[in-house]
Structures are given as C-alpha cells and as structure tokens.
C-alpha cells in the first residue's frame, strides 16, 4: 500500500525566511496544523488540500530543477508519513528544510534535515504548546525561530534563549510581527542588547505583498 500525503500545495519560489533566505526553493506544504496561532499566515493549509503519493510528491518537485526543498505548513509534523517524505527527499539528495511549530517531536526527524523550529511567543496565543525537550534534538545546522509582535514577546525570547543556551545549540532568528512590531525597532533592540541572533524580515511580502506566506 502506498504511503499517501495531504498536500496543500507544491510551488516554487524563493526562501522568504531562515538562513537560505532568498534562495530559489520547492515548497512543499502539508496540510493540517493543531495550533491556532493569532498571527498565522497560512490558514488556508489547516483544511482541504488533496492526497498524494509519495512518487507523485517526488515527481512533482523534480520537475522544477532545484536543490532546495522547504516541507511546511500548517504543520508538516501533523502528518506522521511526513517523516517519510523527509528522508526520501534527503536520499534523492536534495538540501531539504523542515519548518515546524516546536509542537510536536521532532526527535525522529531525519538527521540529514534542518529544522526550522518556531517557538511560539505569548502573543501567538500558544505559547504553552512548546515542547522545550525538542531542544536537546536540535545541532548546529538547525534554527529556532522566534515570532515577535510586542516588548512581552521580545522579553520572553531573551529569557528562553538564555535559559536554554540556544546560541551555542543553533542558529536563533528574530522574525517581527508586522505592523504589530516595527521591524526597525525591533532591530535597534537586537543591537541595544547585542544578541546573538539573525534578524529577519519575511522577503516574500517586501517582493511580492505576499499575506498568505508564499
């Protein structure tokens, strides 16, 4: 029986975000997601999308000729097979991302892949789902994201950064909430304190107006 998927959509664009911002990258987004986030970008992905085999999954983001592969969502990890998804595309030797909420284990996730974890800050509403141990399952390639709309937001990921150490673990990324946080402030912080963290804007919506995460 062939392992089968639900696919909101597969298109090809560039990396708005993470370390390879700006790339030329496949996405690949699952649908469904158990958060409820208030800033969420892409509820569209909670429901519908259609099922797919892995073949035609594969099949389908061999067509565009390129080597970077984002699986996201909704929430990628939501779907169990998509640990299969994530190791097939490694072994087909494509650099492939994996963006998830932190939510849920990601201790059997390929060792090949990066994770792109977003711990939820207080203003996302689900801030309680975090599961901190996914942390000590996290190297030196991966990256913990934090989404940030107010002072409260940014106070609470100085805090979650220190207590955990992140900066030694991983690369940590500061990603504002627009309009809610301004992104220049937002930066004028990160240098105040000197953080050790990327600062990040969603490239997606400068280039394109893009509201829906695309």
């Not at 519908?48 to 892995?54: A, D, E, F, H, I």
């Not at 994770?115 to 309680?128: G, I, Q, R």
């Not at 207590?163 to 402030?185: G, H, I, K, W």
Request: hydrophobic fraction near 40%; charge should be negative.
């Amino acid at each position: 029986m062939s392992v089968e998927l639900r696919i909101s959509e597969i298109f090809y664009s560039l990396q708005g975000e993470s370390n390879s911002v700006g790339l030329p990258t496949v996405f690949v987004r699952l649908t469904g997601c158990p958060l409820r986030c208030n800033y969420c970008d892409t509820s569209y992905a909670f429901s519908g999308g259609v099922k797919m085999s892995l073949v035609d999954i594969l099949a389908d983001v061999k067509q565009y000729n390129c080597n970077y592969i984002c699986v996201t969502g909704g929430e990628p990890l939501a779907q169990p097979a998509c640990l299969v998804l994530l190791t097939q595309l490694a072994d087909a030797r494509f650099n492939v991302s994996l963006e998830t909420s932190g939510a849920l284990d990601v201790s059997k996730v390929d060792s090949r892949i990066v994770k792109v974890m977003d711990l939820k800050t207080p203003s996302s509403s689900e801030c309680e789902k975090n599961r901190y141990e996914n942390i000590e399952f996290l190297t030196a390639q991966d990256q913990v994201k934090f989404v940030i709309a107010d002072d409260d937001d940014y106070n609470w990921s100085k805090k979650i950064m220190q207590d955990y150490n992140l900066s030694a673990r991983c690369q940590v990324l500061f990603s504002p909430v627009v309009p809610q946080q301004n992104p220049t402030e937002l930066a004028d912080k990160i240098l105040a304190d000197r953080l050790p963290v990327r600062f990040q804007i969603q490239l997606h919506k400068f280039l394109w107006q893009d509201v829906q995460g695309k």
